[in-house]
């Protein structure tokens, strides 16, 4: 699995270069309410994104 993660990072590098820092800076620092609701924001629709690409639980 951990395969996978790395070949979706590896194959688009401009979103994972914005997912890496996004995903850090939500962790360990406090950003201001409403732009960290933006980062969310983005945070999810990059996760969901990756969620369809990697398809881990196909029926």
Request: net charge positive.
């Amino acid at each position: 699995m951990l395969k996978k993660f790395l070949n979706i990072f590896l194959d688009h590098p401009v979103l994972a270069s914005i997912f890496i820092p996004d995903l850090f800076i939500l962790l360990f620092h406090k950003p201001p309410f409403f732009y960290s609701l933006i980062m969310i924001g983005a945070l999810m629709g990059y996760v969901m994104f990756i969620g369809q690409k990697l398809a881990l639980f196909k029926v």
